[in-house]
């Protein structure tokens, strides 16, 4: 059973698999990275990545007579835009009404679930599959025995979650927009008496990570090529756990991503070849929470969170 | 400041505040309401018809105020133990996994002991409820204190472990025996069945047990020297830690507290359904109905004081029993009510901020330019600020 396991081909397929999976949790956890640097706590990820992914799979069911508007470039554009608008109102909540940002994504989560799932039972009824996106090989790297098969034989969503990697870092680190996220993460007053607009800065940050879930519901659903009720399952949830594992940090984030990738793949892969079975494969699917767990008693000692994180803005106060 | 005042202005004064803070979630959850009408025009649904069946099922006669009571148990007992969670500064989201855990172990007991009398099978139950929730909360409750984990963070990833934890045992162990795959148990010994209050209507005595943990909280929190200390941490750690007291054990005794709480409610749906027993068929949110969160709005919606909290759970639980209603009227599915429910939480925690400010607008406007004084006591008002002081706190 388990030497099935260990076998060139199947250990490349499941570490290739690894990098896809890892890339809905990059993904939204890149976001919410953005977000919290801001000192915006967004627990909503899980709703919002449900949100974007029914946008894409049904915008993508229905291309018949709907001529480019069922295109693939037109689903994720329409999962971008469902996300934009879940950052709005989830803007609204904290930054003009100052919700609890504890709470106030358990709202959100519960609205995307349900309302994702409604819309499913409601529009469309039966697990249908969709042409979702294919594999670009990039060439000459691509040839390169097991390793062109598990980095650059993936779809362009993938590419872009890893380009997205440096990207964040040099925008947060050496931009003037990175530099106003991390002042009012840190100490807004401070930032406000320079005539930083807190709340426009951290409005910006929102936008973008509620755009990046949506964008990770959406290549989730690319890679399941199949919706389903709560079809994230926590992943959501997970990745705001990332961003503490990767100490705020996009390229730490990459690391916990691949890490849940490896893990993701391997309970799928078990269970594929038949290694794990029935009842045994609702243990295993435990295993992405605990070792979140773990790996949250093993990071939490070193790290400083952004000092603002959490705190609405009130100049008056 | 002065010390003396016109009594009929101190109650006025008395009352304005409340009667504004419960004014203010009222009108966040009609607006929810509102953007759920939206939601089932575009649906084509009749929004008129299907909240005139919300509102008929959910109170309408003898038996709907009575299945709303029984929507509102689990509401309840999971408020108040966020009430002891937050007021001691303490994020607890884990209610959903900390309910599991109660349910499990109570009927682990009943299946192991079904023999014993009735008398003494049902206290027990309800105990090994509260042990099974108290330990759920008490992990993140020491991982919190010991190791510095944020807790909002692993009560959410208990959750998850609970939940694939109970589909693992009903797809298993504890699945009963030669029946279809279906995911529960076998009906559980008739002598651990909550009893039926006298009336002729769905009440067991789970209701009276929702209302008296919730005098047992009040009671913990605002008269005990224990309670003084939980809320002494939440209110300020750093103060507290000066002053002798032990930080890290009173978070670790909040989260078991609040857990406990949510146990007994896992142990209530169990032995308090009509089924009476343990049923894991459509995922484990089904069994819970969600009440590890809505506890939560229904705490808040409560000024996080166990006994409002009473009032606001059942309100809240109306609006869930008479949800079922509105989905079977205007024929859509039931993720409606899921959805609904995501758009008051939304709308109620939004509402809390405005509620302080109307809250200290009605102070100035009773006290006519006196200014608030001594208001800071008031228990909406301290509830935020604490909620406020905690999420900010060392994660």
Known sequence: ?317 | MEKVQEPSVGLLRRLARPLAGAAVPIFAVLAALLVGAIMLIALDANAIDGYKALFSGAFGGADELADTAIKSMPLLLVGVGICIAFRAGVINIGGEGQIIAGAILSTLVALGLPGLPRIILVPLVLLAGAIGGGIWGAIPGALKAYANVNEILSTIMMNIVAAQFMSFLLQDWLIEEGAIKIQQTERLSENSHLPLLPGGTRLHLGVLIAILVAVLGYVLLFRSALGMRLRSVGHNPHASRYAGMAVKKSIVQALAFSGACAGVAGAVLVFGSESHRLIGEGGAAAFTQNAGFNGIVAALFGGLHPLTTIPASFLFGGLLQGGIDLQREVQVPGALIVALNGLVVIFVVSSLKARGRLGAWADRFVTSGSGPSDVATDAADEARTEVAATSGGDA
């Open chain 1, 1 to 317: 059973m388990w030497s099935d396991f260990f076998t060139v081909s199947v250990i490349v397929a499941t570490l290739a698999s690894a990098v896809r999976f890892a890339t809905p949790f990059l993904l939204a956890a890149l976001g919410e990275t953005i977000g919290q640097r801001s000192g915006v706590l967004n627990l909503g990820v899980e709703g919002v990545m449900l949100l974007g992914a029914f946008t894409a799979y049904y915008v993508r069911l229905n291309p018949s007579g709907w001529g480019w508007a069922g295109s693939l470039p037109a689903a994720i554009l329409a999962a971008i835009v469902v996300g934009a608008l879940m950052g709005l109102v989830y803007a609204w909540m904290t930054l003009v009404m100052h919700a609890e940002q504890g709470i106030s994504g358990i709202g959100v989560f519960l609205f995307g679930l349900g309302f994702t799932d409604l819309l499913f039972q409601k529009q469309v009824g039966v697990p249908l599959p969709i042409r979702g996106l294919t594999p670009w090989k990039i060439p000459l790297l691509g040839d390169i025995p097991h390793i062109g098969d598990i980095f650059f034989n993936h779809n362009p969503l993938v590419y872009l979650a890893y380009i997205l990697v440096p990207v964040i870092t040099i925008m947060i680190n050496r931009t003037t927009f990175g530099l106003n996220i991390r002042a009012v993460g840190e100490t807004p007053e401070a930032a406000d008496t320079l005539g930083v607009s807190v709340n426009r800065i951290r409005l910006g940050a929102i936008l973008l990570g509620n755009i990046l879930a949506a964008l990770a519901g959406a290549a989730l659903v690319m890679n399941t090529n199949i919706f389903q009720q709560n079809l994230t399952a926590g992943q959501g949830f997970i990745a705001v756990a990332l961003v503490y594992f990767g100490a705020w940090r996009p390229g730490g984030v990459m690391a916990g991503a691949l890490l849940f990738g490896i893990v993701s793949s391997t309970v799928l892969q078990l269970k594929t070849l038949g290694i794990v079975s029935g009842a045994a494969s609702a243990l295993t699917a435990m295993a992405p929470a605990l070792l979140t767990i773990v790996v949250l008693v093993i990071v939490s000692r070193r790290i400083g969170q952004p000092s603002a994180l959490t705190r609405p803005f009130d100049r008056d106060a």
